[in-house]
C-alpha cells in the first residue's frame, strides 16, 4: 500500500505541510500533480501560467528521480483521475494542502465524500497562508471587513511556531521507490508553450527599499514573487521569515493583505462574483464594448493607463500602483462593471489570484472591503505627477505618446468625474 500526495497550488518539495505529514506517515508516498480540465478548458491554448506550471513539474519531477521516486501527472476531470488511480494503486491515505477558491472547495468536497466511500482518508493541511479561515476573528468571533484591525490581530499572533519551515528533507527516504510515471505534453493536452519570460525568486535586495520604491512603477521596487505564491513554488512561510529579517515591515503587510482577500474569501464568497456591498449592484454600468477594448488594448488616450495594460499585455505583470489606476479609470470613469476587468485580469495575469484579484478590482470601485468612497475617483494625471514624474514608465511602454500617433482621449476627465458621481448616488441612494 502507498500514501499520495497531490500537488495543486503548492508546487514544491521544500516546507509543504501536507508533504511533510505524508511523509511521517506509515506508507510509502507518491506525488500526483492532475492537470484539471474542468480549469483548463476555461483557458487560452497560449496561458503562460500552464506553461510554468508544465515547467515546474519537470523540475520536480528531476528531482523525484534523482531520489529514486517519481511524479505522476495525469490530465482530466479530478472524478474521472482518482476513479483510475484507486485502480492502479492500493491506497490508504491522500495529503493535500486547503485551497480557499470556490470551484476548489467544491471539488475537495466532493472528494472527501467520494473517498469517505471508499474507506481512504483525505488528509488537508493549512499551507499557503500563515493564519486561514476563522484563525484571526473578531471578538465577537466574527470575521474581519476591515484590514487595519485584521493587521493588528495577525501581527500580534505572529511567531516562530507559525512561520517555521516543514522539514521535508529530512523524511525524502520515505518516497515510494517508482520509476517511468506518466506525464502528457503540452501537445497532447492542447496548449502551447509560451514564450513570456517568468520572474525568478530573487527578491532579497528590494526588501530594506521597498516601502520607499514600491509606488513608482519606472524603478522596479517591487519583488514579483505572485506567481510563486500563487504557485506555491515559494512557501509563504520563507517569504515572511525574510520580511521579518529584513525588517521590511511594509512588505510583511501587503503579505498579509494577501491573506485579509483570502479570509474574505473564504467568509464571503459570493464577492468573487457580486459586490461586497450588496448595494453597489444597483449600478447603472455603461458597458460599452468598443470602449472596453480600447481599454484593454491600453489605446485609451490616457498615458499611465495605456501604460499599465500594455505592460499587462506584453508580461503577463502590471505594478500595483497602475492596477490601481486602470482599475479605477475602466470602473469609473469609463463605467464598465469592474467583473469586465476583473475577468480581463484573470486571463492575462501570470500572479492572478481570485481572492486578491476580486479585493483589488471592489477596492476600486468602492464596492468592497476597506474601499475608498466612491466619491473619491482617481485623476489619471495627478497619479502620472506623483508616481511617474519624469514619464518614464509612460515612455517605456507608450514609446508613441507626445507624437500625433498617440489617441485621443477616450473621455474627458471632469465629464467623467461628474457622470459617475450621478450614477453612483443615484444606485447607492436609491
Ligand atoms: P510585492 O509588492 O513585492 O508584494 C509581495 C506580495 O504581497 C505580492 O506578490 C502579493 O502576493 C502580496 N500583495 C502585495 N500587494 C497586495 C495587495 N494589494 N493585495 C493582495 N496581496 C498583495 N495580487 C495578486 O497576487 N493577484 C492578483 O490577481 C491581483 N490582482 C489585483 C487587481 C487589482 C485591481 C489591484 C489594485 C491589485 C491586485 N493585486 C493582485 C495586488 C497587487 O497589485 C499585486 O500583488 C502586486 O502588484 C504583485 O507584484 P509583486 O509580486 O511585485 O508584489
Redesign the pocket.
Known amino acids: 500500500p502507498i500514501n499520495i500526495l497531490w500537488l495543486r497550488r503548492d508546487l514544491r518539495l521544500e516546507d509543504n505541510a501536507a508533504l511533510y505529514h505524508a511523509l511521517k506517515s506509515d506508507y510509502p508516498v507518491l506525488l500526483l500533480f492532475i492537470f484539471d480540465k474542468n480549469i483548463l478548458d476555461k483557458c487560452a491554448k497560449d496561458d503562460a501560467r500552464v506553461t510554468f506550471i508544465y515547467q515546474t513539474l519537470e523540475n520536480i519531477k528531476k528531482e523525484l528521480r534523482a531520489k529514486d521516486s517519481d511524479l505522476l501527472v495525469k490530465y482530466g476531470t479530478p472524478e474521472k483521475i482518482w476513479t483510475e488511480i484507486l485502480k492502479d494503486y492500493e491506497v490508504k491515505e491522500i495529503y493535500t494542502n486547503h485551497d480557499y477558491e470556490p470551484y476548489a472547495r467544491e471539488r475537495d468536497d466532493n472528494m472527501a465524500e467520494f473517498l469517505t466511500s471508499e474507506k481512504i482518508a483525505f488528509k488537508t493541511y493549512k499551507d499557503q497562508v500563515i493564519f486561514e479561515k476563522g484563525e484571526i476573528l473578531k471578538a465577537d468571533k466574527s470575521p474581519y471587513t476591515v484590514f487595519t484591525p485584521f493587521y493588528k490581530q495577525w501581527q500580534a499572533k505572529l511567531d516562530g511556531f507559525y512561520t517555521k519551515s516543514y522539514p521535508t528533507k529530512k523524511y525524502f527516504k520515505n518516497l515510494f521507490k517508482t520509476k517511468n510515471l506518466s506525464f502528457p505534453s503540452l501537445k497532447e493536452m492542447e496548449f502551447e508553450e509560451s514564450k513570456l519570460n517568468f520572474?525568478e525568486i530573487s527578491?532579497k535586495n528590494?526588501l530594506a527599499d521597498?516601502g520607499q520604491e514600491?509606488d513608482f512603477p519606472a524603478n522596479d521596487?517591487?519583488?514579483?514573487?505572485?506567481?510563486?505564491?500563487?504557485f506555491g513554488t515559494l512557501s509563504i512561510r520563507k517569504?515572511v521569515q525574510d520580511a521579518i529579517k529584513e525588517k521590511s515591515n511594509v512588505?510583511l503587510s501587503?503579505?498579509a493583505?494577501?491573506?485579509?482577500?483570502m479570509m474574505i474569501l473564504w467568509h464571503f464568497p459570493y464577492a468573487a462574483f457580486d459586490s461586497f456591498k450588496k448595494q453597489y449592484d444597483k449600478i447603472k454600468w455603461r458597458n460599452n464594448e468598443a470602449e472596453f477594448k480600447s481599454w484593454c488594448k491600453g489605446n485609451t488616450g490616457y498615458p499611465i493607463v495605456d501604460a499599465g495594460m500594455r505592460q499587462l499585455n506584453e508580461t503577463g505583470?502590471?505594478?500595483?500602483?497602475v492596477?490601481?489606476v486602470?482599475?479605477s479609470f475602466l470602473s469609473k470613469h469609463l463605467l464598465i462593471d469592474w467583473r469586465w476587468?476583473?475577468a480581463y485580469?484573470?486571463e492575462k495575469?501570470l500572479?492572478?489570484?481570485?481572492?486578491?484579484?476580486?479585493?483589488?478590482?471592489q477596492?476600486?470601485a468602492g464596492s468592497g472591503n476597506d474601499a475608498a468612497p466612491y466619491f473619491r475617483v482617481f485623476n489619471p494625471e495627478l497619479q502620472t505627477k506623483r508616481f511617474d514624474s519624469k514619464f518614464e514608465y509612460i515612455k517605456k511602454w507608450v514609446p508613441e505618446y507626445g507624437t500625433k500617433k498617440y489617441a485621443q482621449p477616450i473621455v474627458e476627465h471632469t465629464f467623467a468625474r461628474e457622470r459617475v458621481l450621478k450614477v453612483f448616488k443615484e444606485a447607492l441612494n436609491s
Open positions: 520572474p527578491y528590494k521597498y514600491r521596487g517591487t519583488t514579483h514573487i505572485g506567481l510563486h505564491l500563487r517569504a512588505w501587503e503579505l493583505w494577501r491573506e485579509f482577500y505583470w502590471m505594478h500595483n500602483r492596477r490601481m486602470v482599475a476587468g476583473e485580469f484573470a495575469l500572479d492572478y489570484e481570485m481572492a486578491s484579484n476580486v479585493g483589488g478590482w477596492w476600486a
